[in-house]
């Protein structure tokens, strides 16, 4: 009976040391795993102290803050195009507290690294660069009309505000067969936001007090 004990005792020993030797070669490969990605991807990482470029995208005032409603701290951009530099560790506290910012494409993040980490290649494949809706204006209609409907629905309206824009200022420096086109293609009356625009802004000019 001794001997029968002392084989069963045996083999649950075995079975536990083949389970341990299990853990640990699963554990060995996982570190393996790890080493390896950060060996691929060493050059690529983001210190949280870097400054990543953030271009603003709408054509008025944007601030971006670190915190839900307005709180924490805040970058200010006054117009289309302008360019600051933030802090990644600010960035991304950004990116949380207005996810729909970023989805809409009320700003462009300038670092593939940071688009890229944080799997945004999705939302960025339907959201235009400023050289992109640059381009909306100088081509012909078709070709016009085709990267506007490339923009997802929020940076659409965008386009249409920056179309009313430039129009107003000088409608011969846009190609009014694209003006057309995207008029058609989104139902939005741009002629008469384009009047309505000029009306506001004659109101303004008439009501600044005169410096004698």
Same mark, same amino acid.
């Given at each position: 009976?001794?001997?029968?004990?002392?084989? +069963?005792?045996?083999? *649950?020993?075995?079975?536990?040391?083949?389970?341990? !030797?299990?853990?640990?070669? +699963?554990?060995? &490969?996982?570190?393996?795993?790890?080493? &390896?990605?950060? =060996?691929?991807?060493?050059?690529?990482?983001?210190?949280? #102290?870097?400054?990543?470029?953030?271009?603003?995208?709408?054509?008025?005032?944007?601030? !971006?803050?670190?915190? &839900?409603?307005?709180?924490?701290?805040? *970058?200010?951009?006054?117009?289309?195009?302008?360019? *600051?530099?933030?802090?990644?560790? #600010?960035?991304?506290?950004?990116?949380?507290?207005?996810?729909?910012?970023?989805? +809409?494409?009320?700003?462009?993040?300038? #670092?593939?690294?940071?688009?890229?980490?944080?799997?945004?290649?999705?939302?960025?494949?339907?959201?235009?660069?400023?050289?992109?809706?640059?381009?909306?204006?100088?081509?012909?209609?078709?070709?016009?009309?085709?990267?506007?409907?490339?923009?997802?629905?929020?940076?659409?309206?965008?386009?249409?505000?920056?179309?009313?824009?430039?129009?107003?200022?000088? =409608?011969?420096?846009?190609?009014?067969?694209?003006?057309?086109?995207?008029?058609? +293609?989104?139902?939005?009356?741009?002629?008469?936001?384009?009047?309505?625009?000029?009306?506001?802004?004659?109101?303004?000019?008439?009501?600044?007090?005169?410096?004698?």
């Amino acid at each position: 009976m001794t001997t029968k004990s002392t084989k +069963a005792l045996s083999g *649950k020993d075995n079975e536990e040391t083949i389970e341990s !030797l299990k853990a640990k070669i +699963a554990e060995l &490969e996982k570190l393996q795993n790890k080493e &390896e990605n950060e =060996k691929s991807f060493g050059d690529e990482k983001i210190q949280q #102290d870097e400054y990543i470029p953030v271009m603003s995208l709408l054509p008025f005032t944007l601030n !971006l803050s670190t915190k &839900e409603r307005g709180q924490g701290s805040i *970058k200010k951009f006054s117009s289309f195009g302008e360019v *600051k530099r933030i802090l990644y560790k #600010d960035l991304v506290d950004i990116m949380e507290a207005s996810p729909n910012f970023l989805k +809409a494409g009320y700003y462009y993040i300038l #670092d593939p690294r940071v688009i890229r980490f944080h799997g945004l290649d999705e939302d960025y494949a339907s959201i235009l660069t400023k050289e992109k809706i640059e381009d909306i204006l100088s081509t012909n209609s078709e070709e016009g009309l085709s990267l506007y409907n490339s923009a997802n629905p929020e940076q659409q309206k965008i386009i249409i505000s920056l179309l009313v824009e430039k129009i107003v200022d000088n =409608k011969d420096s846009v190609n009014l067969n694209v003006v057309d086109s995207i008029a058609r +293609a989104s139902g939005v009356n741009i002629t008469e936001m384009v009047e309505n625009s000029k009306k506001i802004k004659e109101q303004f000019a008439q009501n600044i007090p005169q410096v004698e």
